[in-house]
């Protein structure tokens, strides 16, 4: 499987990259915005993709040939956009990465979507469409809502669930929930709340 990663730059997506590498039966490709970052992936033997959104969509199609998947855990862009720019650059990826052909969607999200500060507010707009174009279309998606991410050791230990309280959850754990999420079936249509908790990770996705 061929895996694009928005948001590949960040601490989540390096850590989700040095898990998919380590699956013989997985390639990562990192979306990157300049060619700092690009040189960065390359010295580690990573495929890269450099996408102009002001392009037509026939256009991008081009640049997500052979992408099985699409990993959504950061910004387009590392600049500043306004909101609805923003919304509009993700929408429109996603309406290519459909038209490339790509089934397998999965999106970070945060752990609420509804009661959250006023200062999120961007966020919580940003999610919404997101998360509505996902549930409309005809993708294999999963919309995963993590609790607050820490830079802590990971331990691949979390909990699940619908009414879960509101906790901390390494990087390094969601990186290892995501790839587990792609590699399994049964959260296809799916979305999880997860947390840091007492059970393994692939136990987890067992249950689901």
Known sequence: MNILIVGAN?????????????????????????????????????????????????????????????????????????????IDDMLKLMDAATYAGVKRFIYLSTFETREIPLYFRPI???????EKWLKISRCHYTIIHAGTLVDKK??????????IQHREIAK??????ILACLESDATICKEIKVVSGKIPIQQVISSI
């Open 10 to 86: 960040g601490q989540t997506g390096r850590q989700l990259i040095k898990n998919i590498t380590e699956h013989n039966h997985h390639m990562a490709v990192a979306l990157v915005n300049n060619a700092v970052q690009q040189a960065y992936f390359i010295d580690m033997g990573i495929d890269t993709r450099i996408i102009n959104l002001d392009q037509k969509v026939t256009e991008i199609v081009k640049v997500l040939k052979n992408i099985n998947a699409l990993v959504i855990i950061g910004s387009l862009d590392e600049k500043n956009k306004e909101t609805l720019i923003e």
């Open 124 to 130: 919580f707009i940003q999610n919404h469409y997101i």
């Open 154 to 163: 990971g331990t691949g230990l979390v909990e699940v669930g619908p009414n």
């Open 172 to 177: 390094e754990d969601v990186a290892k929930f």
